[in-house]
């Protein structure tokens, strides 16, 4: 799993647990006491409270799977309490501690849905109907202070879960963004390895393949040279391709072989039987340029001659040039076939879109310029 997702996963679990804990607490704080209440209260009236009750420690456990249905049970759930008969304290069962579980409702539901407005304006109504009803129907309440205290108190709460959950719902909703972002980097890697490993080599092996077919019969041993070419370079991109398939299932970093500047003269030799000749000049201390920097342009070059040798109608000619000095990593490479005559340079292919983002994700540059007369790949990347 990439390490994105793995992140994400880590925090989901995190965040299932605080989820957890928390309920366990409100559960322990208000279910005991607001069992001892109705059963000092007796009668029926006790029974529907204590299934409002059960109702809304229901929401409560199913406010995150399903935030709109719990928010309306426990709506519900509170409406019935305030139309049943008073406790013998003097006030509505809609006061029963329990009842403070639909604060947490009414986070969830804002947290999961992004939605404030109407769980704050539903709630703030119910909490209007709870001061008429107990303003109207209790003549003598035992303590009007704590009950102008406590009507208040709750609406800040009911303001502040709202607050906190619209705050959840932007972090999750920016975590989320970021995880996307995290796979299509993948996914882009992916993309540019798979290409980069079946692109060169089937380009190779079908031009040595064409090749070796054409003299078959003049130069029987250099035929067989063509084709034990081609199959060297099949084994080695069947090894890559196992490499990419691996990182593809384990979930592993990707892992690729480090290439340095020195093996361009391996990659140049294995292109060498498809073209009509290429010649490398690299200039410059290539040992010090960064083990990402020499992959970047390993890829170009590869690139660049792969397109040489697949758009030719002839084997081309090509030369290579890498010169490395104290800014960074320049790389011409420049090929005497038919170039992308009809074509936009910028559009030609995938591997092209893969070493302009290859090099723009190091700080680099890529420029193509084709005409009748071939294409010159001109690339810099720096080493600081």
Known sequence: MPEGQDAAMGRWRLTRAADVVAAAVVLLLTVPSSIGLLWSAGGWASVVGGVCGAVLVATLLARRAHPWPSFWAS?????????????????????????????????????????????????????GLIVARTVLDVPDPLD????????????????????????????????EHRLHEAVARERELMAREVHDVVAHSLTVVVAQADAALLVMEADPQRSRTMVSNAVTTGREAMAEMQRVVRVLR??????????????????????????????????????????????????IVQESLTNAVKHGTRPPRCRVDVRVDARGV???????????????????GFGILGIRERARSLGGRVDIASDASGTRVSAWLPTT
């Open 144 to 175: 009007w202070g704590t009950f102008w205290v406590l009507v208040p108190f709750t609406a800040l709460v009911l303001a502040g879960s709202c607050v906190l959950g619209a705050r959840d719902w932007e972090r999750r909703q920016l975590q």
């Open 330 to 348: 320049s790389v011409s490479v420049h090929d005497d076939g038919p170039g992308l005559t009809g074509r936009e340079p910028a559009d030609a």
């Open 250 to 299: 384990d979930g592993a970093p990707p892992g690729a072989p480090v290439r340095s500047l020195h093996d361009l003269d391996t990659l140049v030799a294995s292109s060498r039987s498809a073209t009509a000749g290429i010649e490398l000049v690299v200039d410059g201390d290539v040992d010090r340029v960064d083990p990402e920097i020499a992959r970047a342009v390993y890829r």
């Open 75 to 127: 709506c519900a759930a509170l409406l019935v309490l305030l139309a049943l008969p008073r406790l013998p304290e003097g006030l509505s069962m809609v006061f029963l501690p329990v009842s403070l579980i639909h604060l947490l409702v009414v986070h969830a539901v804002v947290a999961g849905t992004g939605r404030w407005r109407l769980p704050l304006a539903v709630s703030l109504v119910g909490l």
